[in-house]
Structures are given as structure tokens and as C-alpha cells.
């Protein structure tokens, strides 16, 4: 069971998903998507938040009232808890982790996201597998688009020559 949420803090509304237990968060994380940013408390156990950017966008982009509301979700969602082993927090890229301190519950904050909460049972290795084939076919269609435009270039050098070499042979 996942919970997914729609933040409309700023214009372009952002999708924000945790699952509802921390044997979920596995699952989360091994069926995240480019596009997805984590967010965990320090030191806690179980919610990991995730926000699903827009197409092209970095975590540089995300805007900082989208950062709030994550901060206040991923906090509100954590508890302290002796059982780190199963989704036990370990980070690859440590000059990756950005810190946020949340220094208190915003609960107007937490009462809007709770609005448009929603209950799911999604086939995320399916959502995976959907968002990589389309990616792939993007791929594919941006390689075609090169392939297509240097074929066109070379029959414009082409007929460019062609057109050099006639010239040529007019003034002999």
C-alpha cells in the first residue's frame, strides 16, 4: 500500500508518494525513477518520501516550498525506532545528500497534502519498466532525428560539390 499526494504549492503541481509500511520503502527505492528525489529523516525509521520531478528537472530545481512540504511530510511520517535493519539508510553518492532542518510541524502544511492523499496498490516494477521504455523509444527517436539530420547535410555537401565541380568546369 502506497500513499501518494499532490502538492500545488507552486504552479505546476508535484506528485509525493511514501508507503505505508517500512517494508515498502525496499521497493520504493529499488523501482525509483530518474526523476525521483528521496527524502528520510536522519536517524529515524520509516517514512521515506519521494518527489517525482517533472521531466528534465534536477534537484537543483525543485523549489523550496516543495522542499517544505516534503520536510514536513518525510518528519511528520518518521518515529524513533531501535529496528534500522530492514531499509537500513545507507547513502552512495555522499556529496549527493542535501540536509534540511525542520524545526517544527507545520500542520496547515501537513492539512493540505492530507486533502489529496490517495490510496494505492501500484505495480511499481510495471511503472518502471513503462517509464524505461519510453525513455528508451525517446532515445531512439532523438538518435533517428540525429541520423536523419546528418543525412540531410551530407546530401546538401553533396550537391554543394556537385555544384563547385560544374561551376568549375564552366570557366575552363
Known amino acids: 500500500i502506497y500513499f501518494y499526494f499532490t502538492s500545488s504549492v507552486v504552479l505546476s503541481a ?6 505505508k509500511i517500512k517494508y515498502e520503502n525496499e521497493d520504493l527505492i ?4 530518474l526523476e525521483d528525489i528521496w527524502f528520510h529523516v ?9 518527489l517525482r520531478l517533472h521531466k528534465g528537472q534536477t534537484s537543483n530545481d ?3 516550498e516543495m522542499l517544505i ?4 511530510l518525510v518528519k511528520a511520517n518518521s518515529i524513533q525506532g531501535p529496528d534500522m535493519d530492514v531499509g537500513q539508510i545507507g547513502f552512495l553518492w555522499r556529496k549527493d545528500v542535501k540536509l534540511m532542518m525542520v524545526m517544527k510541524k507545520v500542520n496547515d502544511i501537513l492539512n493540505q497534502l492530507e486533502k489529496t492523499k490517495v490510496e494505492c ?9 513503462a517509464c524505461d521504455r519510453e525513455e528508451r523509444n525517446e532515445n531512439k527517436a532523438q ?3 540525429m541520423k ?21 568546369h564552366c570557366l575552363v
Not at 14 to 19: A, D, E, K, V
Not at 121 to 129: D, H, T
Not at 157 to 163: H, S, T, V
Request: some cysteine; glycine content about 6%; hydrophobic content about 30%.
Open 30 to 33: 529499488k523501482y525509483g525513477w
Open 143 to 145: 538518435i533517428q532525428e
Open 14 to 19: 508535484y506528485t509525493i508518494y511514501m508507503g
Open 69 to 72: 512540504d516534503c520536510a514536513q
Open 148 to 168: 536523419r539530420k546528418e543525412k540531410e547535410e551530407m546530401k546538401k555537401k553533396k550537391e554543394l560539390r556537385k555544384a563547385t565541380t560544374l561551376n568549375c
Open 121 to 129: 496498490f501500484p505495480g511499481l516494477a510495471a511503472e518502471k519498466e
Open 42 to 50: 536522519d536517524k529515524l525509521s520509516l517514512a521515506h518520501v519521494h
Open 62 to 64: 525543485i523549489p523550496k
